[in-house]
């Protein structure tokens, strides 16, 4: 059974970079898309975007002049980069697979992380 | 703002039946079959029920049903039990534009 597992500094200060990790287990990131959703009091859930190791990603138009995403095959994991964060970004960030289907992606995320808590402040 | 819009509660009776709309426009729910529903307990991470719109994943429960008609999607719980009491938010796919979209999300409480 594939398991998600996120790390990552809880604390960011305003204007620096977020980065997160999300460890795979139990299947390799070589298949399905992999993606980063976050999770705020108010604006609920957000798709962040995804990569797909074979080679292709998609981001949040919302957020695509500040995101990176980023996958290390050799050691099963990838990876969130959100530059030049403000306190609108603190929120829950969970990373999510959604697996391969004739018709994916599109939203059906069948495995997530417990997700991690990041707060922005000086 | 959220881009699909849900009601923010709904409520009824243990053995009851429910059902949460998502509403969305000509763009996202409006084209594509691809809408999943997923429900989620406080602290945890959500959990999929429901993907394109009607389809349930092995071992989701039979009382959890989803249809969609026009720009709005459903979520019917049946036989509601103290256990369905959660928060259920609704998954869009909206084009290579936009992408894929969230509702706000509806607090279920079993009365």
């Known amino acids: 059974q594939v398991q998600l597992q996120e790390s990552g500094p809880g604390l960011v200060k305003p204007s620096e970079t977020l980065s997160l990790t999300c460890s795979v287990s139990?299947?390799?990131?070589?298949?399905?898309?992999w993606n980063w959703i976050r999770q705020t009091p108010g604006k609920g859930l957000e798709w962040i975007g995804y990569?797909?190791?074979?080679?292709?990603?998609k981001y949040n138009p919302s957020l695509k002049s500040r995101v990176a995403i980023s996958a290390d095959t050799s050691k099963n994991h990838f990876s969130l980069k959100l530059l030049s964060v403000t306190a609108a970004d603190t929120a829950i960030y969970f990373c999510?697979?959604?697996?391969?289907?004739?018709?994916?992606?599109?939203?059906?995320?069948?495995?997530w992380g417990h997700g991690t808590m990041v707060t922005v402040s000086s | 703002q959220s881009a699909l819009t849900q009601p923010a509660s709904v409520s009824g009776s243990p053995g009851q039946s429910i059902t949460i709309s998502c509403t969305g426009t000509?763009?996202?729910?409006?084209?594509?079959?691809?809408v999943s529903w997923y429900q989620q307990y406080p602290g945890k991470a959500p959990k999929l029920i429901i993907y394109?719109?009607?389809k349930r994943p092995s071992g989701v429960s039979g009382r959890f049903s989803g249809s969609r008609s026009g720009g709005t999607a459903s979520l019917t719980v049946s036989g509601l039990q103290p256990g369905d009491e959660a928060d259920y938010y609704c998954?869009?796919?909206?084009?290579?534009?936009?992408?894929?979209?969230f509702g706000g999300g509806t607090r279920l409480t079993v009365l």
């Open positions: 139990g299947g390799s990131i070589s298949r399905h898309y």
């Open positions: 998954c869009s796919y909206a084009g290579s534009a936009a992408f894929i979209l």
């Open positions: 990569i797909y190791t074979q080679g292709s990603s």
């Open positions: 394109e719109a009607t």
């Open positions: 999510a697979r959604e697996p391969e289907m004739v018709a994916s992606p599109y939203g059906a995320f069948d495995t």
């Open positions: 000509s763009s996202d729910i409006g084209t594509w079959k691809f």
